[in-house]
């Protein structure tokens, strides 16, 4: 298979002189793919029900007959304005109860039956006209589902949707009141049109009750989505794609996944070191021009999960983008490497966004292949590098993975929903175990909560697993691999309640979670041998073998047969203490990591990337700043 | 009179099959006291006017036969969900206007005067059926007035209610507007209904309109308690308590407790010590496990007052909490120092909160002396262990302390209108006096401001009371004792206006305040001899003799015969040298005590506790972490 | 002409028997100006259309017979009750959607025609009444525009001036589209009353949207300014003025300020040091008592271009004030300072707000020249003694500054709706380059950006300016003075779109930014020979000469001809390497000043003003703290 190059194209803010050239231009740089029309509608249909084809007809053949292929967006993350004057309570509210107004972008609710409906014609008309349109090689839903926080919307259309949501799940309120355990604080409903959305309350709401609230968010997410693409199918064979953000956590890509063809996410290294990566200021100052070493590559191998195997880099960041707190340039050479690290993890094709960079709305200060004065960005000579790298070398040869890392959307949930501690999150707890397995030079597959465990895999992590069903403790427990569980695993029934017999209570093992408490982020509690529990530590009673203990002796981790559990939040030293432990039992070879310096593994090549400022050493040779190493694997 | 334990109990949340087993194991445990009931009402009223009084009378006639005392709670602090069909503007209002909704508890206005003769009809229903219950032993009303901060509410009823509380108050608009300075920035009023609540306002609003709002609201809770308690008198002998919460301010305390035979309180060392003490990390991390040597004891103390002499600790903390930032586990022992505490400074009882860890809702995390599967959690042996130590010892013998100290609410919230420098805190100025008696080994009672001054002090400290009037500077100076005032006191009229004469306007003192200032945190002022003038300090004229002075001789603190007057807010060791100079002149012997250790006397003993993580010597011997020396005083 | 003093009283709110003998002390203080009336509104109409003028009459002839000249202010800040009655939608209306609510003052939107009208009608009465009195000799209108965020609403009345002000703008909505830009995410307009002012959109909204809606709401003041003095004007001779907070930059004073006659300030030098002078902790520690050496003279400096070379201070700060975080003392002398610096810099008077400190309602913690209890504050002395001074020495002669430095509202608002980087600001920018001049002795005229460049300046500074219009770059092209432009000089257009070619496009200049990135603050980038470049940097393509660069040849800042471009935002030691190269260039001498000391040339003299806590050498000899120094310059 070819992996490919992209960009993200807006016919309709240019002239239409510059069209050819600029299909022109791209075709020269060695892009195969360009994305069109996904915020378009207010062009397609000025009015309601008056249409403009013309222009996007033009622009579609223009393209196409340049010898680019189309993956044209649904508009539907951007209703044009005469949309509110048609449903006026569309817009989605913010957790203050505030409508959230027209202006910008992704204004509606998912709830909202009447926008649904708007949007099943705009995507019908564009299925019937382009279906068949040999230019057409891919279509988008939407775009970046769940970003600016719109997942979640306190509106009247979320209320009554959630109301048959939960009469669909509970068929009786008595049921229902018997699930959340509402005979505490007598929160007992008669009615399902009684239960309102857990905002504003005076305290806390019930668990169970925010739980079930976003599950509710997620599904919406899925059936709107799912919406676009049984019509597409209908009259288009393409693949059908949506492009996800970084750390959107919101609904459940897997349940998305399930409706599209291709997964694909928007990749922006420098903006979301600074606004999601979780990260200290030192990291930030250490990785300001290159982002963060891990993020990137956790994110690839989550997508390709959601993928099913098949995923895009659908945005790539060619430059200082311009909604971070703070955007710097890329160090020279990283557009370079953020495009083959993505290849070496198994993208089809990475997309730069954008073509040309914008001079008027909110996105001008965001950096493109070309100037917003047409001239050539810094980013476009990197580009034409990767293209001409590409089809000078063997194509890469995916492998299953000797790692599964688990992760679960409704997890993250959990956690948000009960921290238990000020600041503690799944997603982090995570990806500090991705950062120690990376830091071990292992390559990852990550693994849906409801998938097998892949045959590959030698070793699984299932850390934080609030609720774990017996279906997936029996998967763990007879897969031949090493397994890690814990902290926190199985400790909530699916309603959000502790569970008795008490957590994890795994078939294979005899260990139960007595106590738990969480701890200030400066008062770690040191292990025997180096590294420290940090902010969540459980009290366990078990028979088990002690792997880490507190200096008193307590065990920490312990393990029995092939599984391990962890009590406790480890730190980077703990967690890579347990890798090591894990790997060596399991057989599994690691390469520690020189700072910055990260190993990708195919089938047939190891590619080592240089996250670092400066040169580093790795055993494949001396890697520069920004650099990218492609060594063939002894056979 | 017998010391008595006792813990919470929600036969509601169990099935009916462990209600005898549970009783049972709480007599064999030692335990007197089960309070019930407080949060059933969509148990005993499952629809409007529909009761299911079974439940109810089955688990009184279960815990009654085991030999335990039943404390009955109302259960108006959380109305069921249909009250809220039968008035939908029944719910609190928060300072941004929104409307506080249901779905966890304290969902009501003060001020509603629907909701109000709801309560009134649902406590005569209990009052009647179980009022001459021999099992019912005493009421709690209500659950923790405040509790979320749901004392100020700007509903329309509140609204409604402040106008009425104004026009009793002032009679005419004239003097109100006289009487607030509304000629100030043209904000005279007209007629009462145009007076609006002072939220949202463009900049601050009239310090005495805020006041008078707060005392509004402080009142409400007043009548709302005595509703309640007016009708179980009619109907019961058993004594009336409610469980305050601690540093909760914004309700006059002494005025609740005037309507009740007994004050008790909810203490949560841990969970105060991350979120309410006010206190620096370092102090956060060195008592994590313990909980703030002094914050426990202050409230014992305030509470004492409160109930002129009978409180409870109706709540006790027995793990790891829920609801604070960091939650984690106490060193063992502290349950059984938290409970000797309680006692040394009074307490006729304290309860466990709770009996059974809740495995769902919004508590599932707040351990309890049982497990979720019913073994034992580590605080029952504990409780255990003092239920033998009290059964063994003889009573403890209340005496009247050498210190009095008094506490205002009124102040509280003066200073919380006009706090003059950001952070300044009337508690936190109570509490550093108060933690500078406890570091000199001293007994302390608090005083309402309106009460006589104990016969037993010898010394009183009145610092930070905002506005005094004249019959308690009267009751000052014709004390016996050596009194100390300032900073701050009399610095305001009834009506929150500067008195001119300036003040403080002492009768038996030549001191005048002709200048204030606020200063930076980090910008103290020394003093000679040690400690700092921080946060605030005064100019002050007088020819009193100087006791404090900055380094440049201006005077800080002066004494003219028996007073004291402080202008400023001292550090810890400015308050330790003005306590030790009081102390030495009223002839009242301190002990300096160990970091960690605080000592309370009592007729016949004296008590040490140690809060600290490390062993200590005190006078009486050596002290393990978490430990308790009974000390016989020689006679 | 004669400087004067003065002070600002409330007859009002003291009783008529202090009046007389009030003014007395006034004049034996050597005050010549009283300004009342400003916020008097419900004493003058208590009723709707039922007027008590008998009061004011009295005070202005009280005052006036003293001696006293009066400064009348409208009192349209403080609409009273029972004008809400009257208009219940004239309340302005905050970003989250909250009506601003009466109790305070400035409760009023901009927007409002019926508040219009009611202001129109209070003027003219006033007017009408006074105009001719020969006591009144000047207005003030309304009082603090802007201040406490109040220039800005979001209400109904905001949002349908907005609409006719976008129309009356572009005319069509077709234009207006085009130039938003609204192409971009579908956010085209079919009608001008579907545009909805800019807030709660869900994520930013569009910068031209904001910008025009800046303009719009500064337009707003613009003309309800106007409003009043057209009448008063109709009706008196006497000056009119209005008193301009410290760094309120929400609306444009210098198309205030063309409809006045005076401009005049309220300078709280210590409030302002805590609450809006955007200074470090450390610096803030330094000046405590003193306040920021340079924030007063920065303001000195711009008002008396707003005010066309007449300004006053109106209002100025004597003792502590009640609204800052922390409210210090000032350091003896500072009072002292204050005045004669605003006379440096060219005040025609100086009014002590106010004359006595008030014991009632907001402002009860502001100190006044007189205390409560009408004793002298300390203030007061320092007052008398610069009367005295005044009346002994020479008149300041004005003259113009060899420094010229460029001011613009709208580059302001531009840097707040696309900062780029978190916490960038156009108004920091600014004055850190005014601190550069003034750290080497230099004084500094401010130019409106529409203006011509005076006649004296051998330097123009033009730092930040989003916008420059052709005008204004040939205006500096053609001035013969060295020219300093940049950073993001030009990067806007009119509507907010990045220009092609790209900025700064300078007739006389080769310089192209090709790039721009904003960095952390604590990841500055190091300048060959000293300084740094923090938190914003551009790339530039440039032949010009290399003045300052990074530490690798790369070029920051480049002159050609007698125009520098800086191309980043310069640390202290950056700018003062900058101002150091221009001005010996320029021929302009130098005088390094030693800290906390600052300089202001007159026509004839040198007026040295020690802001440091310390006594420190200048040229002209010791300063002690809060010291003064004028010394003949040699002619």
């Keep these: ?18 069209w050819e050239e600029d299909a022109r231009r791209m075709v020269e740089a060695g892009l195969t793919w360009v994305r069109i029309g996904e915020f378009a509608w207010s062009r397609i249909e000025p009015e309601p029900e008056r249409f403009d084809w013309g222009w996007l007809d033009d622009a ?110 509970y068929g009786t309120v008595a049921a229902l009141n018997e699930a959340w355990g509402n005979v505490f604080w007598s929160m007992d409903y008669q009615r399902f049109d009684q239960i309102d959305l857990p905002n504003l309350t005076v305290t806390e709401a019930n668990p169970a ?87 990137q590559a956790f994110h690839h191998d989550l997508y390709r999960a959601v993928g099913r195997g098949r995923w895009w880099v659908m945005e790539q960041q060619p430059g200082p983008v311009n909604w971070a707190p703070y955007n710097p340039n890329p160090l020279p050479g990283m557009v370079r490497l953020w495009t083959w690290e993505a290849f070496a993890h198994g993208a089809e094709a990475v997309c730069y966004f954008r073509w040309r960079q914008a001079p008027f709305a909110q996105e001008q200060m965001h950096a493109g292949l070309l100037r917003p004065d047409s001239a050539d960005a810094p980013a476009i000579e990197e580009a034409r590098a990767v293209a001409k790298e590409l089809s000078e070398a063997e194509d890469i040869a995916p492998a299953g993975a000797p790692v599964a890392l688990i992760f679960d959307y409704e997890a993250e949930w959990a956690w948000e929903i009960q921290p238990h501690g000020a600041g503690l999150s799944y997603f982090d707890l995570v990806l500090a175990h991705y950062r120690a397995l990376r830091r071990a030079g292992l390559s990852v597959d990550i693994v849906p909560p409801a998938a097998e465990i892949p045959a590959s895999a030698r070793m699984v992590l299932a850390p934080g697993l609030m609720h774990m069903d017996a279906a997936l403790k029996e998967r763990l427990a007879r897969s031949g691999a090493r397994v890690l569980i814990g902290p926190r695993s199985g400790a909530r029934t699916l309603n959000m309640a502790t569970p008795v017999p008490l957590p994890p209570d795994l078939p294979e093992m005899d260990v139960l979670v007595s106590r738990v408490e969480s701890l200030r982020p400066d008062m770690p509690m040191p292990l025997a041998g180096g590294g420290c529990v940090t902010g969540y530590r459980e009290e366990i009673e078990t028979a088990a073998v002690s792997l880490l203990e507190l200096e008193d002796g307590t065990p920490v981790a312990v393990r029995q047969g092939r599984t391990i559990y962890m009590g406790g939040w480890g730190d980077a030293k703990a967690l890579d203490r347990l890798v090591s432990l894990m790997a060596a039992e399991a057989g599994v070879p690691v390469t520690p990591m020189p700072e910055g310096v990260r190993l990708r593994e195919t089938a047939t090549e190891r590619f080592w990337f240089n996250y670092g400022a400066n040169s580093a050493e790795c055993p494949a040779g001396e890697l520069p700043p920004a650099g990218v190493l492609r060594e063939i694997k002894a056979t």
């Design 1 to 18: 298979m070819k992996r490919t190059l992209g960009t993200c194209y807006y016919p309709e803010h240019w002239p239409r002189d510059v």
């Design 60 to 169: 579609i053949s223009v393209l196409g007959e340049a010898g680019l292929k189309v993956v044209l967006g649904t508009p539907t993350a951007t209703p044009p304005r005469w949309m509110i004057d048609r449903h006026p309570d569309m817009l989605a509210v913010d957790r203050d109860g505030r409508p959230r107004k027209f202006g910008s972008r992704r204004h509606y609710c998912f709830s909202h039956e009447g926008y649904r409906a708007e949007c099943a014609r705009i995507v019908k008309l564009l299925a019937e006209r382009y279906g068949a349109n040999p230019a057409i090689a891919a279509w988008q839903t939407d775009n970046e589902y769940g970003c600016h926080d719109t997942t979640i919307s306190y509106s009247d259309a979320a209320r009554r949707g959630f109301r048959g949501w939960l009469e669909a799940r």
């Design 209 to 295: 009750h925010s739980m079930d609230f976003r599950r509710f968010a997620s599904d919406q997410v899925v059936s709107f989505n799912r919406l676009q693409t049984e019509i597409i199918r209908r009259h288009s064979d393409a693949p059908v794609a949506h492009n996800y953000m970084g750390r959107v956590t919101d609904f459940d890509h897997f349940k998305v996944g399930d409706d599209l063809e291709i997964a694909s996410w928007d990749s922006y290294p420098l903006g979301f070191l600074e606004d999601r990566g979780g990260a200290d200021s030192a990291h930030q100052r250490a990785y300001m021009r290159q982002g963060d070493p891990d993020f």
